[in-house]
Every structure is written in C-alpha cells, then in structure tokens.
C-alpha cells in the first residue's frame, strides 16, 4: 500500500482495514469460477466484472500526504510538460467512460463500467492535488464534450489508456532509478499505478466479450470501430513527430503536448539519463 495514503488515513482517521483488504485483493485476487472459462461466456463477463469491482480501493485522493520536495526536485516536477494534458485526459477518460456506462442495460457490467469511470475521475482529484501541493501552473482547461458515439469513446479511452500507460509504466521506473523523481513521490502514485493495470485487464476482457457476444456481422463493424480508433491513435502519435522542434523536445504551447504527455516526459527525464538509459 501506498506509504503516502498510510499517512494520510492515519491524519484522517479513515478505516485503515477498509483500505488495506482493498490493497491486499488487488494483488492477490483469483476468479470464484470452477474450471475453465470459456471466452465470451456469463462465467467470463462475471470474472472480469468481479475484478474490477472487488478490488477496488476506497481510498480519498483527499487524504494523500504529497512528500516534501526539495527545490532541485521540485524543479524537475514542475518543468515537465505533462501536466496540462495528464488532467485533460483523465478529465477526457472519465467522461467517455461513464457516458458508455449510461448506455449499458447489464446491471453488473454497468456497475464495474461505473467505478472504472469513478476511479478515472478521482485520478483527475489526485492530479489536481498535485498540481496544488507543488504550485504548478496550468493553462485553463476546456470544456469536457460526452461523446456523440459512447461506444467508440469508451474504445478511444481503453485503447488510449493501454498505450500510454505501457510507456507510462516505464517511464515512472526510469524516473525513480535516475532519481528524477524521490522514491517517496514515486510511492505516492502507486495507488494510481495499481488501478490503471486493474483498468486494461477489464478493457481487454471487456473487448474479447463484447465481440463474441455481438452477431456475426456486428462484428465486422466493431472491428472497424477498433481500426478507426487506432488510426486516431496514430494520427495522434504522427502529429506529435511532426510537431518536434530542433533538438527532439516538444514546442512550448504546441499541439504536442497537448496530445503525448508520455512522450514528452521521457524525452525530459531521458535528457537526464541518457538515451541508452531510456531505451533499456
């Protein structure tokens, strides 16, 4: 369990067992279904289901303690070029999220849709106190629109959210192992960490289910949802090459930023590195 949460709580008086029984199933949690489950069946969209919602961790994003930093340290936090987008995409992935959900007649999948969505949201809380904890400025932020298509923006932010936390992931281990981001920051966000891997063993569990169970000529337009959604995907990744300035780093007020916040992390943490370092 995140350290930080554990002082937190503790300044709070929060159920300390309520949140370590959440902790402990998150990683050692195993579906209640006897024998195989077969891929698209009730057995497999409870497992996924079950996951989801036993394992979730009913911490505040109030009662986390962020560490001290000193001002080397809080420097190097405070120049990454991450933050605007970080809070846009949570802020852009909780809405997506729960605008599917709305759509979702299944009671027990409308229900694990609707944490995924609550925990999206309260990822956006933790950012928020972040940024407020070590004074980063922000530009203001937009509008968040529903999507006109719910199942095609829950597609864009589970894909989305398996592409960047992949990169994202590593990137977290390079900054903790260079030391540009202290241990106890990096403890902070493992709450975050933890439910972001809950959230792609569900998409990806959700997608195979969902798929099976659609007739078999609903299946080739979803397959073309999941294309169209992977080639925004890429436009997305080709506009950030194409908006690169001369030495490899993202022009302040681009659009590039706004868009691959993992990219233009690692670039600022492999500077620190080294590009050896960054490609291991």
Known sequence: MSQAIERGRAALDLNAAEVRAADRAARTWAAGECGPIVLGSEAH????????????????????????????????????????????????????????????????????????????????????????????????EPEYLPPKYPEWGFLLAGFCECVDTFFAFGLFAAAKRSGFFPPALVDTFEPVVQEEGRHIIFFVNWVAWHRRNLPVWRRVFFAAKIVSVWAFLIWERIGFARGLDGDGGAQPGSATQDNNFVFTGSRAIGSRRGDRHMSE
Request: with cysteine.
């Open 45 to 140: 969209k409870r497992a996924f289901c079950r996951m989801l919602l036993d394992t979730h961790n009913p911490y505040r994003p109030s009662i986390v303690d962020w560490p001290a930093l000193d001002p080397e340290a809080r420097d190097r936090l405070v120049s990454l070029p991450i933050w605007d987008i970080a809070m846009q995409t949570e802020g852009n992935a909780s809405l997506r999220v729960l605008s599917y959900a709305n759509s979702v007649a299944d009671p027990l999948l409308r229900e694990a849709i609707e944490i995924d969505g609550f925990e999206e949201t309260r990822h956006k809380q933790v950012l928020s106190n972040l940024v407020a904890a070590y004074a980063i400025r922000l530009a203001p």
